[in-house]
């Protein structure tokens, strides 16, 4: 059974970068058709998809903040990774690495396998 | 960008009864929306996928329909365990966009 568990720094501070990695197990990484992505959640709101990656290399990003994050894959890890530069408290937010699932008509979308998300604070 | 309206905020109902929470889009979906119910300190769970698909493990009680712009969620028995937040996701086109959530609420 696939399982997705976050990891990084709890506390970045402000103009820093956000590092994440979710590491994967139950399954490789690197398997055919495989989309991997990135949710944020900010205190008392609602989710916000960050961006995906798709076969380890073609990317897709929430154009809100295309200009400071990249998310790749480190197949030799099993994992992916997102970074985030120059956050400000903005950022502050519960992250969540997923892996979504197709549907009938073979797009990709609902994501079936969470982490159980990790906290990220932007503080000095 | 597709813009996805969930409503209403929040929804308050009687164990027992039926719950229906309506998610709008801005331009057509298709079927390609998925239903999120998240708890409290809890991360999402998958519910619905393609619009009308239950999820692994899912109970019939929760079904999804239509396509387009105006999807539905139905919660045909409200149980305790069913009382959450509730988000759609479209994932039509990039970049995929999450309604702000509807609040079941007893």
């Known amino acids: 059974q696939l399982q997705l568990q976050e990891s990084g720094p709890g506390l970045v501070k402000p103009s820093e970068t956000l590092s994440l990695s979710c590491t994967v197990s139950g399954g490789s990484i690197s398997s055919s058709s495989h989309y991997w992505g990135w949710i944020r959640q900010p205190p008392g709101k609602g989710l916000e998809w960050i961006g995906s990656?798709?076969?380890?290399?073609?990317?897709y990003y929430n154009p809100s903040l295309k200009s400071r994050v990249t998310i790749s894959v480190d197949t030799s890890a099993n994992q992916f990774s997102l970074k985030l530069n120059s956050v400000t408290a903005a950022d502050t937010a519960v992250y969540y690495c997923?892996?979504?699932?197709?549907?009938?008509?073979?797009?990709?979308?609902?994501?079936?396998?969470w982490g159980q998300g990790t906290t990220v604070t932007v503080s000095s | 960008e597709i813009v996805m309206m969930q409503s209403p905020a929040t929804l308050s109902v009687s164990p027992g009864e039926r719950a229906t929470l309506s998610c709008r889009a801005s331009q057509s979906v298709s079927s390609h929306l998925a239903w999120y119910q998240q708890k409290p300190g809890q991360g999402p769970r998958l519910l619905i996928y393609?619009?009308?698909t239950r999820a692994t493990g899912i109970p019939a009680r929760f079904s999804g329909s239509g396509s387009g712009t105006e999807l539905t969620l139905t919660i045909s028995s409200l149980q305790s365990e069913d009382f959450a937040v509730y988000y759609c996701?479209?994932?039509?086109?990039?970049?995929?966009?999450f309604g702000q959530g509807t609040k079941v609420e007893i």
């Open positions: 997923a892996k979504p699932r197709p549907d009938s008509s073979g797009y990709y979308g609902g994501m079936d396998v």
């Open positions: 990656i798709y076969n380890s290399e073609t990317t």
């Open positions: 996701q479209q994932y039509n086109s990039w970049p995929w966009t």
């Open positions: 393609g619009a009308s």
